[in-house]
C-alpha cells in the first residue's frame, strides 16, 4: 500500500479561497482586516515561517504589520511591543512567535496579549474556554492554528473522526494539548490519547490508533511496524539534522518515511500541516474584524468583553 497524501498546500489554497471572499465582503463594509507579528531574537525556521503568515495574509487581502526585536531583549521590551499591538487599531488580531529566546516567561507574555486580540488561541482565557467546551454569547473564541489546520486537513480529505481511535504524540501548548481538547468535543467525537516523551510503550498506544498524530520534533521517531494498516498518519514535528551541500538546514519529520508503505493517509513534512497552521492563523483574524465589525455595529448577540 502506499498512502494517499494530505495534501496542506492545496487545502490551505481552498482556505484561502474562502477567506478571500470573507475579505471582500468586509472590505465593501469599508473594514481591513490586520494581522500584527512580534519576532523575537535569530532563529531562521521562525523568521521563515512568519514571512510565510505575512505572505498568506497578502494572498487574501489581510493586511500586517510586524515588530522585531532583539535576542537580548527584556520582558518588559516584549511586553511594551504587546501593547503596542493591543493598541494599535488596524491589528485586528497578532502572534507572538515561538518559542521566545530562553529566559523570557512565555506565560507572562502570552497572558500580555488582549485575548480579542489573540490570534493564536494561546492566552489563558482563550484555552480556558476551549477547556470549558463555552462560547461567548454564540461567538467562537480563536482556537490554536495547528490544531484546528490538522482538523481541517483531515475532514476536507474525508477522513472520518467520529468514533475514530486518535494518538497524539506531544504535549505541547501549540499542538498536542489543544488538539487533544478539540478532538474529543462534541461534535467531532474522537476517542483520543495524549502520548508523550514519558509514555512507557509508545509503540503499543501507536499501534491502536486509527489516526497518529505526531507532534514532537523527534526525527523518524514514528516506525512503519508501529502503524495499523490504513491509518492516517500526520507528521508536525520538524527537526533541523544538518546542512545540504549548498548550506541550507537539513529537516526531518517525526515520522519514518517508511511510514508511506503502511499508513492509508500520510502528510507530507514540508507540505502538509505547516501550511495549514498559516490559513487557519488568517482565518482567526478574519473571523476576528468580523466579530468586532458587528459588535461595533450593535449586533447583541456579540458581547465582547
Ligand atoms: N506563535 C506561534 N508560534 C509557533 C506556532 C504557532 O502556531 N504560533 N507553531 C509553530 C511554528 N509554526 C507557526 O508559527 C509554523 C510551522 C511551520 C509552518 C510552515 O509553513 N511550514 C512549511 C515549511 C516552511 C519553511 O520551511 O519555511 C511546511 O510545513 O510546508 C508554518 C508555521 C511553533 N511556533
Redesign the pocket.
Known amino acids: 500500500m502506499t498512502a494517499r497524501i494530505l495534501d496542506?498546500?492545496a487545502a490551505a489554497a481552498d482556505v484561502k479561497n474562502d477567506l478571500r471572499r470573507r475579505v471582500d465582503d468586509l472590505s465593501r463594509e469599508g473594514v481591513v482586516p490586520g494581522l500584527g507579528t512580534i519576532l523575537i531574537g535569530d532563529n531562521s525556521?521562525?523568521r521563515?515561517?512568519?514571512l510565510?503568515?505575512h505572505r498568506d495574509c497578502a494572498e487574501v487581502g489581510v493586511v500586517s504589520a510586524s515588530i522585531e526585536l532583539p535576542a537580548d531583549s527584556t520582558v518588559d521590551d516584549i511586553e511594551a511591543a504587546v501593547e503596542r499591538f493591543n493598541r494599535d487599531p488596524t491589528v485586528t488580531g497578532f502572534?507572538?512567535?515561538?518559542?521566545l529566546p530562553t529566559g523570557i516567561d512565555e506565560q507572562r507574555i502570552l497572558e500580555a496579549i488582549d485575548p480579542r486580540k489573540d490570534a493564536?488561541g494561546?492566552h489563558p482565557m482563550n484555552l480556558g474556554r476551549l477547556v470549558l467546551g463555552v462560547d461567548r454569547a454564540g461567538v467562537d473564541s480563536p482556537l490554536?492554528?495547528?490544531p484546528v489546520g490538522i482538523v481541517e486537513l483531515l475532514t476536507r480529505n474525508g477522513v472520518e473522526l467520529e468514533g475514530r481511535r486518535v494518538t497524539v504524540v506531544g504535549r505541547g501548548i501549540?499542538?498536542g494539548r489543544p488538539l487533544g481538547l478539540i478532538l474529543s468535543q462534541k461534535g467531532i467525537d474522537a476517542t483520543v490519547s495524549i502520548a508523550h516523551s514519558r509514555t512507557p510503550d509508545l509503540g503499543e498506544e501507536v499501534r491502536r490508533a486509527d489516526i497518529v498524530i505526531a507532534a514532537v520534533g523527534r526525527p523518524h521517531l514514528i516506525r512503519p511496524e508501529w502503524i495499523k494498516p490504513g491509518a492516517a498518519v500526520l507528521d508536525v514535528g520538524?527537526t533541523r539534522v544538518g546542512t545540504t551541500s549548498t548550506g541550507k538546514a537539513r529537516?526531518a519529520g517525526d515520522v519514518d518515511p517508511g511510514v508511506a508503505e503502511v499508513a492509508g493517509w500520510l502528510s507530507p513534512?514540508?507540505?502538509?500541516?505547516?501550511?495549514m497552521?498559516?490559513a487557519m492563523?488568517v482565518a482567526n483574524v478574519v473571523q476576528m474584524a468580523e466579530r468586532s465589525h458587528r459588535s461595533a455595529a450593535g449586533d447583541p448577540h456579540v458581547a465582547l468583553r
Open positions: 496542506g498546500i525556521a521562525s521563515s515561517y512568519v510565510g503568515k502572534i507572538v512567535q515561538l518559542p493564536d494561546l490554536p492554528c495547528t501549540t499542538v520538524v529537516l513534512n514540508p507540505g502538509g500541516v505547516g501550511p497552521t498559516r492563523l
